[in-house]
């Protein structure tokens, strides 16, 4: 059995290429925002602190068949952390709609 990442095809997965010596530009994209709730995001912050982000895949990269024709640099942006886990797994809209409600407060 191979390496296959959940879709109900079961497409054997590919390698990701690794976007860090990108990262700058990846960054500057989005104004240093968070591309899904426009949260402002720290170049150098570490995991944990106040503007950590990571490198997001607005197609994910699970989008089947043929997953990784989806891992080129026009697909990659700015995301905070917690926006980036739920576009994975939840619906980013309530994110986004959350987040917007704690800024307006």
């Given at each position: ?5 959940g ?9 990701r ?8 530009e990846?960054f500057?994209?989005?104004d ?20 950590e ?5 607005y ?34 809209d ?10 307006n407060?």
């Amino acid at each position: 059995s191979g390496d296959f990442h959940g879709c109900t095809r079961k497409c054997p997965k590919k390698p990701r290429k690794n976007w860090n010596s990108r990262r700058q530009e990846i960054f500057v994209k989005t104004d240093g925002q968070c591309c899904w709730c426009r949260r402002k995001l720290v170049y150098d912050a570490k995991m944990g602190e106040e503007g950590e982000w990571e490198i997001e895949h607005y197609v994910p990269l699970i989008t089947c068949p043929g997953h990784e024709k989806y891992d080129t640099f026009s697909n990659l942006f700015a995301a905070c952390r917690e926006c980036n886990v739920c576009h994975n797994f939840e619906d980013i809209d309530s994110v986004v709609n959350d987040e917007n409600e704690r800024m307006n407060r």
